[in-house]
């Protein structure tokens, strides 16, 4: 029996036949397009019916993992873990021990990013509208500004041994957006690995993450099976092209961007990455930082920091953090990578505008 597809809604999505010879399964939830890609083994063939079924159970489990994050980590559905422990501050509330570590894993971003990045910017961003233009006045600002600091959020545990969480001051808004999708990528790669799919393809707006290298391609007889995916560092002063490609086998690749959103008003030009320290847009050089790593929750962790230390500050960061590797992108075109990822990585020129 075909089976049905209904595009941009969760519960009723369904995989399908991909081009490339995949299972996919697409749809909206955490306020982006999600698109997952299920692969048959090497030496299996995708058209066999029970091959297929694995696949689409595989692609199934981690639609039902998406909805599961999005019922648990939303900052605005009023039972979410964030909500309630929202509405219970400064007491602690009983949470999922996912809500619990990715709190953990989130406040150490925050404790190595030098107060680039921070959990609590929730309370500055609520104060801009980047859809109709809002700029906060300096005194909303003055005021939010104190309420800002990882330090107001806890993670405990209950005397049932339940996991916990406090935000200690109640005008404090903490928001996990800054790395809910590196770690839910990662969650849905070991469930992928659980179902015994081991070629797969996750992207969550662009969180990308890959495993098991690319399938063969008959049609082109030049590629082989494994060989490393080929993922575009989007050209943030043009768009709708790459300025860099990235070969990876294994691993994950996240991009900050000042592109991504902004607007301007008054002749002034605001992007979305603010700095917690004055609540307005970062003074940065940089305006497109991408992290690879095998764990796509480095590469939410420390991209925003190393697009707001600026492009010299960001690459000598990124040198020092084990496991993570960095190309930037600075105000004038530049590109500039750390050493590790060299031999992977492909120029794409900026095409001249002719206006």
Known sequence: MQQTYAYGDPCAAAPVAGVDGSRVISFFIFNTDVHMHAYAADGEDPDDPCVVARLDEALDACRERCLFFERTLSRTREDSDIARAHAAAPNPVAVAPETAELTRLALTYCAHSRGAFDITMGTVTSLWDFHVGVVPGSLALSRALPHVGSDHVH??????????????????????????????????????????????????????????????????????????????????????????????????????????????????????????????????????????AARSIDCDGYSTTVLMLGAEAGLAFAERVPGIEAVIIDRDDQVSWTSGIADALSLVPTLPRWF
Do not use: C
Request: without cysteine; hydrophobic residues 40%; charged residues 20%.
């Open 155 to 292: 993670v405990g545990t209950a005397q049932d041994g339940a996991p916990t969480l406090a935000i200690d001051d109640p005008q404090t808004i903490m928001d996990l957006g800054g790395v809910a999708k590196g770690y839910i990528a990662d969650d849905l790669a070991r469930m992928f690995e659980r179902h015994g799919v081991m070629r797969f393809v996750i992207n969550l707006g662009g969180n990308v993450l890959v495993h098991g290298g690319r399938p063969a391609d008959p049609a082109r007889g030049h590629r082989r099976e494994g060989d490393p995916w080929r993922i575009g560092v989007v050209n943030p002063f043009d768009p709708a092209h790459n300025r860099a490609i990235i070969d990876l086998s294994d691993g994950s690749v996240v991009t900050s961007g000042l592109h991504e959103r902004s607007f301007t008003k008054g002749g002034i030009t605001y992007h979305h990455i603010l700095d917690p320290a004055t609540g307005m847009p970062a003074q940065t050089d940089v305006v497109s930082a991408t992290i690879v």
